[in-house]
Nanobody, 124 residues
Framework: VQLQAFGGGLVQAGGSLRVSCAASGSASGTYIVGWFRQGPGKEREFVAGINRRSGRTSYADSVKGRFFISRDGPKYLGSLQMTSLKPEDTAVYYC??????????????????WGQGTLVTVSS
């Protein structure tokens, strides 16, 4: 399974952006889809995750109430709707997939597949 995150771009603070994760190859065996980000000089951190079977979601505290993850149809594994964006949200955003039904979406170790990132830049 190969993943590709897309939809990043430049947006002003307070604006919205949607990034999505496309998969090539069979992704039917993946249970969780997650979004991580890596800002300049920072470690890659968890942003949001969703269990594709149950629909259960989890979010980092820094994005709760502003970001919303969804499981999409056959075309995309999932999307991340980002609202009320802040300059500190600037980062390369990566999608990941894999795990099992009981996987913790916030743990990088649970994921089997990672996509190339897409850059989100929030200007002040």
């Amino acid at each position: 399974v190969q993943l590709q995150a897309f939809g990043g771009g430049l947006v002003q603070a307070g604006g919205s952006l949607r990034v999505s994760c496309a998969a090539s190859g069979s992704a039917s065996g993946t249970y969780i889809v997650g979004w991580f980000r890596q800002g300049p000089g920072k470690e890659r951190e968890f942003v949001a995750g969703i269990n594709r079977r149950s629909g259960r979601t989890s979010y980092a505290d820094s994005v709760k109430g502003r970001f919303f993850i969804s499981r999409d149809g056959p075309k995309y594994l999932g999307s991340l709707q980002m609202t009320s964006l802040k300059p500190e949200d600037t980062a390369v955003y990566y999608c990941a997939a894999g795990g099992s039904f009981y996987s913790n979406p916030s743990s990088k170790a649970e994921y089997d597949y990672w996509g190339q990132g897409t850059l989100v830049t929030v200007s002040s």
